[in-house]
């Protein structure tokens, strides 16, 4: 009896799915197949079938992911900007641990990333790699205080560079072929623009202090013919010698060469 029941049912289902999935006439409501282009009753033309396709998948944003993926790295060096140096090197294992989780997760991102986004993530890997060397010269208590001042400032610029060229990924836009070279070139200058220079005469001044051949300086900026520079080494107190010196006396006494100025226009 039940199977009877069960066929049954199927039955009638069955009926009533042949008559939801039955086109009928709009002249006569007679019964059509779905492809009839009109009624053989009353010859009424029939609308044709409206296929509804399915809603096509969300673009993935790619450079949200990948700003999103690194973010911690930029909140990181606000503690740097704040001068919270024992917080620095309280917050840095945990830093390491999520730069190495993000790095795995953007390695099954990488190959369908555009050139300018992987270019992205090299420079929020240098950033880090940036922290983990200013975290390491800080906890160095044999460093001069005055040089590990230095060593800091210099940092802070290179960080400033690189948040130039993230900048650039703040609006999402694409990058045609020439913002590709350019931000290319931007990011092959930080290098250069943030070298350091040997001095090679007997001494270079910087403000008061006369600083002997051997040492190296850094050239922090160049405003007309002149240069702020500040010695990569020991002072006399807590903060980095620093003073102006003339482009002239800066390509006699150090490896600086005047064409090096380009390096500052970019």
Known sequence: MKRCYLLIALLF????CSQLEAKACIGCSAKLPDNANFC?????PQPKSVIVSAPSKKTVDYREQVMQLFSFVDEFEAYFHDLKYLNVLGKMPEVKTQ???ATGFYRQLEPNLPEELRILARVY???YQLFEGMTGVMKNLRIDSGFRAAIVKSSMLVLALY???IDQFRNTRPFGASELERLKAQLANIPKRTQKYPITAKYLKLGDEKVPTGNQVMVLEISGNRAQVMLMGPSMDNNPVEGLVSLRDLA???TWKKENIEYYKR
């Open 13 to 16: 289902l069955g009926a009533v």
């Open 40 to 44: 053989a009753a009353c010859m009424t």
């Open 99 to 101: 730069f190495n989780n």
């Open 125 to 127: 890997a240098a950033k």
């Open 163 to 165: 948040n130039q060229v």
């Open 252 to 254: 006699k006494r150090t």
